[in-house]
T-cell receptor
Framework: DQQVKQNSPSLSVQEGRISILNCDYTNSMFDYFLWYKKYPAEGPTFLISISSIKDKNEDGRFTVFLNKSAKHLSLHIVPSQPGDSAVYFCAATSGGGNQFYFGTGTSLTVIP | GAVVSQHPSRVICKSGTSVKIECRSLDFQATTMFWYRQFPKQSLMLMATSNEGSKATYEQGVEKDKFLINHASLTLSTLTVTSAHPEDSSFYIC????????????FGQGTRLTVV
């Protein structure tokens, strides 16, 4: 049962434009959400997170938006850079982070 | 950010042998460590969760006798794949969490296991 879903397996964006990566979840008990970036043959690197008490969190070029009623979150990267090309995973947890549920990932390619 | 070191990064072993993978938190005390497995083009699948000093909690379908997890200290957890078979070939990733610093989990660089 996939509780966190990333329906777009891949995304291509021109350098300098905005990248929008989407994530949907089904469990209303999730109260903390994270985005990770992963290069091939490496472990994921934490990017940004958001608590369910917020609807937006911004860190430099990265902004995460949370829509609890729609059970949807998105990661915006602006401006996109070629070095952003990687697989992005969203993750969700509840009850203090005892277990993280990951989406299937979206492969982002930023075209120079 | 916090550093989690996973070793080895790649290992090739013969079928029937055992392989140990280490996961160390280098600059914080990891109260909880997670072990994941990733198949090609698939998500990270949680295998087990371990808290320091207690037995690991395994996810459904994960054989605890095959994937031995030890979390003996606040900075080290090990995953031993016993009697490895070719179907165990995969990318194994650990992550560590310091509850005192929030809910973020920091990941190791992963281990590519190939069983021949």
């Amino acid at each position: 049962d996939q509780q966190v879903k990333q329906n777009s397996p891949s995304l291509s964006v021109q350098e300098g434009r905005i990248s929008i990566l989407n994530c949907d979840y089904t469990n209303s008990m999730f109260d903390y959400f994270l985005w990770y970036k992963k290069y091939p043959a490496e472990g994921p690197t934490f990017l940004i997170s958001i608590s369910s008490i917020k609807d937006k969190n911004e860190d430099g070029r990265f902004t995460v938006f949370l829509n609890k009623s729609a059970k949807h979150l998105s990661l915006h990267i602006v401006p996109s850079q070629p070095g952003d090309s990687a697989v992005y995973f969203c993750a969700a947890t509840s009850g203090g982070g005892n277990q993280f549920y990951f989406g299937t990932g979206t492969s982002l390619t930023v075209i120079p | 950010g916090a550093v989690v070191s996973q070793h080895p990064s790649r290992v090739i072993c013969k079928s029937g042998t055992s392989v140990k993978i280490e996961c160390r938190s280098l600059d914080f005390q990891a109260t909880t460590m997670f072990w994941y497995r990733q198949f090609p083009k698939q998500s990270l699948m949680l295998m087990a969760t371990s808290n320091e000093g207690s037995k690991a909690t395994y996810e459904q379908g994960v054989e605890k006798d095959k994937f031995l997890i030890n979390h003996a200290s606040l900075t080290l957890s090990t995953l031993t794949v016993t009697s490895a078979h070719p179907e165990d070939s995969s990318f194994y990733i650990c992550s560590a969490q310091d509850r005192g610093r929030g809910l973020k989990a920091f990941f190791g660089q992963g281990t590519r296991l190939t069983v021949v």
